[in-house]
């Protein structure tokens, strides 16, 4: 079963960055594929940012340009660096296997809130 962790959210200014990660805890087989996910109370998961290992990655429109979805092969982690944030990235972010199968489970997110 896929174990991830997410992390690195918080409290940021307009035009700031912070860069997010997933933690692959207790997999036991290698994700080839990772996507992050943002949703806000009340609106339906969005999905951000996906990427395969060795492929290109892709972006949902309004983040191109500013997200960048990346992964550390040595530490089995995966990344979203968010630069330029504005206050509509405000959500709450979430890292899953891309595509997701039945029985996966969500983690617990990372709050981002971009406020000045």
């Known amino acids: 079963q896929v174990q991830l962790v997410e992390s690195g959210g918080g409290l940021v200014q307009p035009g700031g960055s912070l860069r997010l990660s997933c933690a692959d805890s207790?997999?036991?087989?290698?994700?080839?594929?990772m996507a992050w996910y943002r949703q806000v109370p009340g609106k339906q998961r969005e999905l951000v940012a996906r990427?395969?290992?060795?492929?290109?990655?892709n972006y949902v429109d309004s983040v191109k340009g500013r997200f960048t979805i990346s992964r550390d092969n040595t530490k089995n982690t995966w990344y979203l660096q968010m630069d330029s944030l504005k206050p509509e990235d405000t959500a709450v972010y979430y890292c899953?296997?891309?595509?997701?199968?039945?029985?996966?489970?969500w983690g617990q997110g990372t709050q981002v809130t971009v406020s000045s």
């Open positions: 207790g997999s036991l087989f290698r994700i080839n594929a």
């Open positions: 990427m395969a290992v060795g492929g290109s990655p």
């Open positions: 899953s296997r891309f595509p997701r199968i039945a029985g996966d489970s």
